[in-house]
């Protein structure tokens, strides 16, 4: 039980090939939960009845063009993916294109993975997505850059074990047993899910115990509470707005 902050890697690199079918087809989506490359623990991530979970943020692999290669002779010892990560709700993705319709995602020149001084994050995810208990959750990725097609072309015979040649971070928190209850309260009620608020939920429920804390007053003065903190912890990290100042 309790609140814990995850932090999951997916890679690919040259330890995991054999043969062309370890390599991923271009152009066709693969969960990194679930498939056969890289890292992957094959199987799916089902929220529990007692589970909550927060995404924070989701980051993949720099680099775009497909020229940018480095060989050692055959060996290949640098590749540029061009890939895109997706979040996926049961069946539903959560990045559309501007028909509505389904996208591969967030690219990792927007949100790349590793964050260095010459890889800057562009892309933050907010708000951050909430699964629910009983729900799938899934980090899927896209290559567009053809590993295969430059294999088969005999670009290279054998790549570098060390060499990573796509990733994808995911950092998320889970929320665990009486917690989980806290953030679905906090879900209904409209309140923005952290750490801060279910802790502070936590700590009014424990003043007022002995009272109907099922009642209207009692949830809109946690509201009210919660709201309060958010605003005296933004002041005190200069990320406060003007109507943060306002008395009202």
């Not at 990194?32 to 927060?54: C, H, M, N, P, R």
């Not at 890939?83 to 591969?104: K, W």
């Not at 020149?109 to 890889?119: C, K, L």
């Not at 995911?170 to 953030?183: K, M, P, Q, R, S």
Request: aromatic share 12%; with cysteine.
């Amino acid at each position: 039980m309790g609140i814990r902050g995850e932090l999951y890697e997916w890679d690919l690199t040259g330890v995991n090939f054999t043969s062309i079918l370890e390599l991923p087809t271009a152009g066709q989506e693969y969960s990194i939960f679930s498939s056969i490359y890289g890292s992957s623990i094959e199987q799916t991530a089902l929220v529990k009845e007692d589970k909550f979970v927060v995404i924070n943020r989701v980051a993949c692999k720099q680099g775009v063009s497909p020229n940018e290669y480095e060989l050692n002779g055959t060996e290949l010892i640098k590749w540029n993916p061009n890939m895109f990560v997706q979040i996926v709700i049961d069946t539903t993705g959560y990045y559309r294109d501007p028909q509505n319709l389904y996208h591969a995602g967030i690219s990792g020149m927007a949100s790349p993975y590793p964050v260095t001084v010459e890889r800057i994050n562009y892309y933050d995810l907010f708000p951050p997505v909430y699964v629910i208990p009983d729900q799938t959750w899934d980090i899927r990725f896209t290559l567009f850059n053809d590993l295969k097609k430059a294999y088969e072309n005999g670009l290279f015979t054998t790549i570098k074990s060390d060499v990573i040649l796509a990733s994808v971070f995911v950092d998320y928190t889970l929320y665990d047993g009486t917690d989980a209850i806290l953030a679905r309260k906090l879900l209904s009620l409209g309140v923005p899910i952290t750490i801060d608020t279910v802790q502070w939920l936590r700590q009014l429920i424990l003043q007022n115990k002995g009272l109907d804390t099922e009642t209207f007053d009692f949830y809109l003065k946690a509201v009210r509470e919660i709201a309060k903190k958010a605003k005296e912890k933004r002041k005190l990290q200069g990320l406060a707005t003007i109507s943060d100042y306002d008395p009202s």
